[in-house]
């Protein structure tokens, strides 16, 4: 796992620390947090396929419970199926960009009572 204590005094980057939930209002709340979310996690993933050689990366084997540190053999799968993943999640898919601002429905009401 990449837990700190496994990086052998190497820093953890800011982008890799885990985030608490963030109570969200409205929907450019959502699209900013998602958007912070997925540069978090692909920030994770780049890491991780860039742990320098002389740091164990160490996995756990959910079915038995097993913690397995690779070698490198592994490592070379390990880093595939990683960058496979970035491949897959590189662009988000969302883009957000300024909306066109409409007349607030008072202004649009005055301008239907001007005069011609």
Do not use: K, Y
């Not at 050689?53 to 084997?61: A, F, K, L, S």
């Not at 960058?83 to 005055?110: C, K, N, R, W, Y």
Request: no cysteine; charged share 20%; hydrophobic share 40%.
């Amino acid at each position: 796992m990449l837990e700190p204590e496994n990086l052998n005094g190497h820093e953890v980057p800011e982008a890799v620390q885990p985030q608490e939930p963030i109570p969200l209002e409205t929907t450019d709340q959502v699209v900013f947090h998602m958007l912070g979310w997925h540069q978090n996690r692909m920030g994770q993933l780049l890491h991780a396929m860039n742990v320098p050689p002389e740091i164990p990366v160490e996995v756990t084997d959910h079915d038995t419970g097993e913690i397995i540190t690779l070698n490198a053999e592994q490592m070379v799968g390990f880093r595939a199926g990683i960058s496979i993943a970035v491949s897959l999640f590189q662009q988000f898919p969302i883009q957000m960009t300024e909306a066109e601002e409409e007349p607030a429905p008072e202004d649009q009401g005055a301008a239907d009572e001007q005069p011609n």
